[in-house]
Every structure is written in C-alpha cells, then in structure tokens.
Antibody, heavy 116, light 112 residues
Framework: EVQLVQSGAEVKKPGESLKISCKGSGYSFTSYWIGWVRQMPGKGLEWMGI????????RYSPSFQGQVTISADKSISTAYLQWSSLKASDTAMYYCARQDGGYRYWGQGTLVTVSS | QSALTQPRSVSGSPGQSVTISCTGTSSDVGGYNYVSWYQQHPGKAPKLMIYDVSKRPSGVPDRFSGSKSGNTASLTISGLQAEDEADYYCCSYAGSYTFPWVFGGGTKLTVL
C-alpha cells in the first residue's frame, strides 16, 4: 500500500528555522516526483515545488523560490521542506503528494503555526 | 504563472448535475491534456478525482467526469449526493521547466 506519512504539527516563533518531512512507503521512492502544497487557513491549495528523489531534480514556484528549500534523502525514502527563517505568514497546512497522473497519493498534512 | 480560474461556489440539489469550470490559458489547460481535479472535505487531505482531463482513478464513482474545451476544463458531477459537498480544485501542467504545475483557486460545492 502506497503511503506518505508526514511529520507532526509544529509551533515556532518568527525567525526560527524548521524542516518538515514526508516519508514514502509501499513503492519505489526514487521513481516518482514528490510535490509540496501549501494551504493557508481558510484558503485554497498552492503548488510550492516538486522534487524527483531519484536525482534530486527540484523545481519551485516563483512564489516560493528562495523562501523554502525542498530536498530528499532517498536512503530513507523521505522528502523535506525547510525554512531558514519563518514568518507569521508561513502559518499553514503543508501537504506532500506523489505526482503520478495527477497527485494520486497525499500525506496527511503538517500544520505549521508561526507565532510570537 | 497565475492560478487557474474557478467559480467561487456552485450548488445543486440531490440527484441533479453540476459542472465546475477551470479556465487557464494556452500555456497550461489549453496546451496539455494534464488536468486533474481534487475533492477536499473540511480538515482532510485532497483526494484525486480526475486525472489527464477525463480519467478516473479506481474507486472514484462514475458520477464524476472530466472534459476540456480550449483553455477551459470542466468537472461534472451527476446524481449529486450529500457527501459530494466539498471544495474542488483543478490543477494543470503548465509546461514550464521551472514551474510545471498550477492549481485553480477552488470551488465550494453546496448540496442543497
């Protein structure tokens, strides 16, 4: 069974760093693109970026380029989304999803709250 | 790339059909047959309902169908049921090496 399991909710202060994870199982992790999607409170889905764990080829939406870093460790079948300096406006639910004729499999989401 | 344009809300009575539109440009929706649709219930992760414009993943009822004409894709839900009430998002491949995918703004479906 294909599963994407994300790390737990985080509460951080502005300016702090953060790295959240998405662990894939039940399939060849290196063979499918993994995307990250933001959903701010009460808002729609926003495509942030995507990584191919096989060779770490990574693409970013212009809205998120330079704001976040997407990476992957294929040895442990895990993709990451990280921030070096969080802002209050980063408060949102973040989803990872496997790109496979559409985003067929989704993680459960990681809620990130940034507040002083 | 700009977000794809969807109506903010649509509604229908049980048993009726509704159609949700998703308008892009020739650089995304109109240029590729890679439009997908997602259903999201409150507090849940999105669920893939349609991919490659009109294909249904296994387990998705055939009441859900997708189509495309020019720069506009559509999701049609026939025989509306109460559990279809949710937010729906379209997504399209945009062909850019650096920014390959774009979502629509989302549509709230209300079953009256």
């Amino acid at each position: 069974e294909v599963q994407l399991v994300q790390s737990g909710a985080e509460v951080k202060k502005p300016g702090e760093s953060l790295k959240i994870s998405c662990k894939g199982s039940g399939y060849s992790f290196t063979s499918y693109w993994i995307g990250w999607v933001r959903q701010m409170p009460g808002k729609g889905l926003e495509w942030m970026g995507i990584i191919y764990p096989g060779d770490s080829d990574t693409r970013y939406s212009p809205s998120f380029q330079g704001q976040v870093t997407i990476s992957a460790d294929k040895s442990i079948s895990t993709a990451y989304l990280q921030w070096s300096s969080l802002k209050a406006s980063d408060t949102a639910m973040y989803y990872c999803a496997r790109q496979d004729g559409g985003y067929r499999y989704w993680g459960q989401g990681t809620l990130v709250t940034v507040s002083s | 790339q700009s977000a794809l344009t969807q109506p903010r809300s649509v509604s229908g009575s049980p048993g009726q059909s509704v159609t949700i539109s998703c308008t892009g440009t020739s650089s995304d929706v109109g240029g590729y047959n890679y439009v997908s649709w997602y259903q999201q219930h409150p507090g849940k992760a999105p669920k893939l309902m349609i991919y490659d414009v009109s294909k249904r993943p296994s387990g998705v009822p055939d009441r859900f169908s997708g189509s495309k004409s020019g720069n506009t894709a559509s999701l049609t839900i026939s025989g509306l049921q109460a559990e279809d009430e949710a937010d729906y998002y379209c997504c399209s491949y945009a062909g850019s090496y650096t920014f390959p995918w774009v979502f629509g703004g989302g549509t709230k479906l209300t079953v009256l």
